[in-house]
């Protein structure tokens, strides 16, 4: 079992940045490749990014490449979303996923509770 905690959601007008924080305990953090999802109101859950265990590899939805970094520090059992240049479009709650591989909800296995993320205009 892997437990997440997710934090650094707000409030931001729009071109401004928001650094998201996802703490993991439980099995051996460094085993598993970490993910970003985001659920906006009457909206699917949808994958935002992607990184393996090492951070040697990183993968991002079109909608936010050039803009959000994901990153991780293994030693602090910690993966990051730095978010930039953000749109009112990026509004959503943001979850942090554990266990999975791909873009799919599906493939994942572990998820936190999720943290807000509001872009005003």
Sequence with gaps: QVQLVESGGGLVQAGGSLRLFCAA??????????????????????????INWSGSGTYYADSVKGRFTISRDNAKTTVYLQMNSLKP?????????????????????????????????
């Design 25 to 50: 305990s439980g099995r051996t953090f460094s085993d598993y490749p970490m993910g970003w999802f985001r659920q906006a109101p009457g909206k699917e859950r949808e994958f935002v990014a992607g």
């Design 89 to 121: 479009e990026d509004t959503a709650v943001h979850y942090c996923a554990a266990g999975g591989w791909g873009t799919s909800r599906s493939n994942w296995n572990y998820w936190g509770q999720g943290t807000q993320v509001t872009v005003s205009s």
